[in-house]
Nanobody
């Protein structure tokens, strides 16, 4: 059964850094656009960032631009989200997702597989 699996979420102080990882079983990530979304309590899931299958194109939500970096290692079949300068408003469950689209996708409905999420909590 195809699965995406996030890891790396934890409690961190404001201004701190985290790196989230997204691995897969039953899926070869190298052929697909990958994205990260997040959902804070009481809020809708929102787009954070995405990377094309080749890694040559990336796109970021304005709220994380300059602080978050998405990358991929297609040999390791893993996608990463490096987060620096974390703020309390970054607190959320972070999900990685896979899209069959060959171009950058920013909408939830454009993604075909989702992980279970990993909790990131930023304390002030």
């Amino acid at each position: 059964q195809a699965q995406l699996m996030e890891s790396g979420g934890r409690l961190v102080q404001a201004g701190g850094s985290l790196r989230l990882s997204c691995g897969a079983s039953g899926l070869t990530l190298s052929s697909y656009t990958m994205g990260w979304f997040r959902q804070a309590p009481g809020k809708e899931r929102e787009f954070v960032t995405a990377i094309s299958w080749s890694g040559r194109s990336t796109y970021y939500a304005d709220s994380v631009k300059g602080r978050f970096t998405i990358s991929r290692d297609n040999v390791k079949n893993t996608v990463y989200l490096q987060m620096v300068g974390l703020r309390p408003e970054d607190t959320a469950v972070y999900y990685c997702a896979l899209s069959y689209l060959q171009s950058i996708a920013t909408m939830s409905h454009e993604y075909n597989y989702w992980g279970q999420g990993t909790q990131v909590t930023v304390s002030s």
